[in-house]
C-alpha cells in the first residue's frame, strides 16, 4: 500500500510518535502550577504511566454556572500482577488514598487499585509515595500490556504457584523498557533519560509507537476461570496431569468493547491458538504482543484491539501469521479441555501449612467507610495487627492471606466491631455483581453504574427470592457505557448504559465466562429492569431443567421467547 493510499493514522498514534518514550512535555506541565490539566498529547502519554485525566461531573453544572470551568481530577491506576500486595504495601496505600486521593480504594476487575480525585498538583507526590511502597503504575493504562491476571488463591496447588510465577514473568517482560527510564526520570527524579533514537534497542518490543490499542494478558485455569480468560486479549489456560502442571493451551482475541451504533464494533470470546509448553510462556507472550503490534489497526481506534485482528483474519491465518512469523516453538492443537466453573474465593479457606486465607466480598470494589460498615477503617485495623499479605481478585473482591487458626477469632470480631459483612451472609446475586465506577470520575460513562446498581441489586435480591432463586449465583454486571469495564457481556445479566437512565439489557451470558449474552431491549429505564427480569426469573424457576444455570436456560428458549416475556420488540 502506498503512503497515499494508507488510511491516515489517528491522533494518538502522532503523540506516542513524537512523545520520546512516553516523555513528552508531561514534566514540564507537571510541573506548571499555573494550569490545572494536560495538553492533549500529555493527556494521551499519561496514560502509559498508569493515569487517566478526568474531571468532578458531579461539580460540572453549578462550575459551569459559576462560569468556572471544569473541576480537573486524575485517577492513577496500579500496575500488580496477579492482584499481590504485602500487609506493608495496603497500608501505604492506604495512607495515600487519605493524603492525595478522595479517601477510597478502588478494587478494580483486573485486580488492581485505582486512586481517584488525585489534583495535578498532587500527582508527582502520589506517583512517588506508590514506588516508594515498591509497587508501580507504569503500563497501568495505555497502548501495552496491561496488569496481568492470574488466580489469586494461595492454595496449596502446585499449578496455580505456576501460573503465578508465569504471571509474573509475562508482566516484567511486556514492561516497556524506555518507557521505565522516562517514567523515573518524570516521576522519581531519576537520571534524565538516554536513547539511541533506535527503536530496536530504545523499546525492542514495541518500538516509538507501542501497541495499537491496550493488550490485556490473563492466566487461569479449566475449573476455575476466576480472571474471565475468555475476555482477554491473551489467555493461558493452565493444564495439568497427575496434578502438576504441564503446560497452557493458548488464547487470544478477546475483548469487551464496543461502540454504541457501530456496528463494526462488539465483544469477542477469545479462540483457542495451540498448546504450548512451560517453557514457552515468554515467547508466546512476545509472540502475540508483536503480531498485535505489526497487524493492528492504528487508523481507528475503534477498531484498534487484538480481537478484531482474530476477527477479520479467522482463527486458521491467525494461527499461520503466528507460528510462521512470530513464534518459533512446535505447532500444536490445544489440548481438548474444557472451562467447567469459577470460584469466588469467598470466606475462609486453607492454605496448608497451617495456614488460612479469609475472601471478602467488596460491593463494586470501593474500599471506604460508609455509615455503620466500616470497611475501610476495619480492613486497616485487621491488616495493620494481623500483617496478612493481600490479593485482589478479578471480581473486585480481597483475600487477606497466611492467617493462623488462632487469628480467625480474632478477625471475625473485628469483621463485626467494623460492620463487615462475611460473604455468606449477602445475596448470591450481590456476590456475583459487579460496576464499572462511571460517574462522577470516568469521562466516557454515558450513566450511572457504581452509585445505581446497590439499588438495582436490593430489587433483585427481593425478585430472586419472591420466584424461589435466592440461591442461584446469577452474574450480575453494570457499566456506564459500552466499552465494558466490568465485562457485562460475558454475565448472565448485562446492564449497559444507552444515556440518562436507560440502559441497554442483555441475558444469557455463562457466569463461568465461556458464552457472550445477547441484547435483549434497547433503552430500558432503570426502573424497568427488574420487572422486566422478574418475567424471565418466574419462568426460569417454572422451566429450568435439573440444575440448569439461568444463563443456559435463557440461551436454550432463544431470543424470541425471552423477548416476549419481558415485553420487548420482536
Given at each position: ?10 491522533p ?37 504511566h ?50 492525595y ?46 496488569n ?21 514473568a509475562v ?28 527503536p530496536e534497542?530504545d ?9 495499537p ?19 482477554q486479549?491473551?489467555?493461558f ?28 464494533t462488539?465483544p ?42 482474530m ?9 499461520e501469521?503466528?507460528?510462521r ?19 469466588l ?8 501449612g ?12 470501593r474500599?471506604?467507610?460508609?455509615g ?25 473482591d480481597?483475600?487477606l492471606?497466611?492467617?493462623?487458626m488462632?487469628?480467625?477469632a480474632?478477625?471475625?470480631?473485628m ?43 436490593d430489587q ?18 453494570m457499566?456506564?457505557?459500552?466499552n ?5 457481556y ?8 444507552r444515556?440518562g ?17 445477547t ?5 430500558v429505564?432503570i ?6 427480569l ?9 422451566e429450568r ?10 440461551t ?12 420487548a420488540?420482536?
Amino acid at each position: 500500500m502506498s503512503d497515499e493510499t494508507a488510511p491516515k493514522l489517528s491522533p494518538v498514534e502522532g503523540h506516542k510518535s513524537e512523545g520520546r518514550y512516553l516523555r513528552g512535555t508531561l514534566a514540564e506541565e507537571i510541573a506548571d502550577a499555573s494550569i490545572d490539566h494536560l495538553s492533549d498529547a500529555n493527556k494521551s502519554l499519561i496514560k502509559f504511566h498508569g493515569s487517566y485525566e478526568q474531571e468532578d461531573r458531579d461539580a460540572r453544572k453549578a462550575r459551569a454556572k459559576a462560569g468556572v470551568g471544569k473541576a480537573y481530577m486524575f485517577m492513577i491506576r496500579l500496575k500488580m500482577p496477579g492482584g499481590k500486595l504485602t500487609a506493608d504495601q495496603w497500608l501505604a496505600l492506604d495512607d495515600i488514598a487519605d493524603q492525595y486521593a478522595n479517601g477510597a480504594l478502588r478494587l478494580t476487575t483486573r485486580q488492581s487499585i485505582q486512586f481517584h480525585g488525585v489534583l495535578k498538583g498532587n500527582l508527582k507526590a502520589t506517583m512517588a509515595g506508590i514506588n516508594a511502597s515498591l509497587v508501580t503504575t507504569l503500563g497501568g493504562c495505555g497502548d501495552v500490556n496491561r496488569n496481568v491476571l492470574s488466580c489469586p488463591a494461595p492454595l496449596p496447588d502446585p499449578t496455580r504457584a505456576q501460573m503465578q510465577r508465569d504471571c509474573d514473568a509475562v508482566a516484567e517482560h511486556l514492561a516497556p523498557k524506555a518507557g521505565k527510564q522516562s517514567y523515573h526520570e518524570i516521576w522519581l527524579n531519576g537520571e534524565p533519560a538516554t536513547f539511541t533514537d533506535n527503536p530496536e534497542i530504545d523499546e525492542p518490543l514495541y518500538g516509538k509507537t507501542y501497541l495499537p490499542r491496550k493488550f490485556k494478558v490473563a492466566f487461569s485455569l479449566p475449573h476455575d476461570n476466576c480472571t474471565d480468560l475468555l475476555a482477554q486479549c491473551l489467555g493461558f489456560l493452565a493444564i495439568s496431569e497427575g496434578g502438576q502442571p504441564v503446560g497452557y493451551n493458548l488464547f487470544a482475541g478477546g475483548g469487551q468493547g464496543q461502540t454504541n451504533s457501530n456496528p463494526d464494533t462488539y465483544p469477542l470470546l477469545a479462540q483457542p491458538v495451540g498448546f504450548i509448553g512451560l517453557d514457552e510462556v515468554l515467547m508466546a507472550a512476545e509472540g502475540v504482543c508483536k503480531l498485535f503490534r505489526d497487524h493492528g489497526n492504528r487508523s481507528n481506534r475503534k477498531r484498534a484491539r487484538l480481537k478484531y485482528v482474530m476477527k477479520d483474519w479467522g482463527l486458521e491465518k491467525f494461527r499461520e501469521v503466528f507460528y510462521r512469523d512470530y513464534f518459533k516453538g512446535p505447532r500444536r492443537d490445544p489440548r481438548p479441555v474444557e472451562i467447567t466453573g469459577l470460584d469466588l474465593h469467598h470466606g475462609w479457606q486453607g492454605m496448608g501449612g497451617g495456614k488460612y486465607f479469609l475472601g471478602l466480598s467488596v460491593e463494586n470494589g470501593r474500599v471506604r467507610d460508609d455509615g455503620a460498615m466500616r470497611l475501610r477503617s476495619g480492613l486497616r485495623a485487621i491488616v495493620a495487627k494481623y500483617k496478612p499479605d493481600i490479593r485482589v481478585t478479578a471480581q473486585q473482591d480481597i483475600m487477606l492471606c497466611g492467617l493462623t487458626m488462632d487469628d480467625r477469632a480474632g478477625v471475625d470480631s473485628m469483621l463485626s466491631e467494623y460492620g463487615i459483612p462475611r460473604p455468606e451472609t449477602l445475596s448470591q446475586v450481590q456476590r456475583w455483581s459487579m460496576a464499572c465506577p462511571a460517574i462522577p470520575t470516568c469521562p466516557l460513562a454515558i450513566t450511572e453504574s457504581e452509585r445505581a446498581l446497590p439499588g438495582v441489586v436490593d430489587q433483585l435480591e427481593v425478585a430472586l427470592k419472591d420466584a424461589g432463586l435466592a440461591g442461584e449465583p446469577i452474574s450480575v454486571r453494570m457499566t456506564g457505557c459500552p466499552n465494558g469495564c466490568a465485562r457485562p457481556y460475558q454475565s448472565e445479566v448485562g446492564i449497559v448504559g444507552r444515556g440518562g437512565t436507560k440502559y441497554t439489557l442483555y441475558i444469557g451470558g455463562d457466569s463461568y465466562g465461556r458464552r457472550l449474552n445477547t441484547e435483549i431491549q434497547d433503552g430500558v429505564p432503570i426502573e424497568q429492569i427488574v420487572p422486566k427480569l422478574s418475567k424471565v426469573f418466574a419462568a426460569f424457576a417454572a422451566e429450568r431443567s435439573n440444575g440448569e444455570l439461568f444463563g443456559d436456560y435463557c440461551t436454550r428458549v432463544g431470543l424470541p421467547k425471552l423477548k416476549e416475556l419481558i415485553g420487548a420488540p420482536a
